[in-house]
């Protein structure tokens, strides 16, 4: 089987402002991963648009944890640990012929239909699946298992 992903560690997905939306569950692992209580966490790196706390971005559009490299890495948030395997992603193959533009670690010699397995398969067995629009990440959520 082709792996139809591999992370290369470029960091670009860690940059675009506002996509870090974190669950009560992202936000307690962060939290300890950092060492701090989680309302510090939450007072010191994020901020709350449209009810969904996210992580902040710095001036340079990157994500706060972001230094050559996820200063997270260990605790990152949900989102983080699903990409590239985004609702999006996984039901559009223009959308997945897109982030190849930008992302190296998408192998296009996989083809779309096997990243969707694959993605669907590593969405399950990491327990990344959302159900609840008004908290989770909307690239997150899906209606099929």
Request: overall charge negative.
């Amino acid at each position: 089987m082709t792996q139809a992903f591999e992370c290369r560690m470029c960091g670009h997905c860690c940059q675009g402002e506002g996509g870090i939306i974190m669950t009560a569950k992202d936000r307690k692992r962060l939290a300890e991963f950092l060492g701090i209580s989680e309302d510090e966490m939450v007072n010191k790196f994020s901020e709350t648009v449209n009810g969904k706390i996210r992580l902040q971005s710095k001036e340079n559009g990157y994500c706060v944890f972001f230094n050559e490299g996820c200063g997270i890495h260990p605790g990152r948030p949900d989102i983080c640990r699903a990409w590239p395997f985004f609702r999006g992603n996984l039901i559009d193959e223009i959308s997945w012929e897109m982030i190849q533009e930008y992302c190296p670690g998408v192998n296009k010699e996989a083809g779309h239909a096997q990243f969707v397995i694959q993605g669907k398969e590593y969405i399950k067995s990491e327990g990344l699946r959302q159900h609840d629009p008004d908290v989770a990440p909307n690239a997150l959520i899906t209606e099929d298992d």
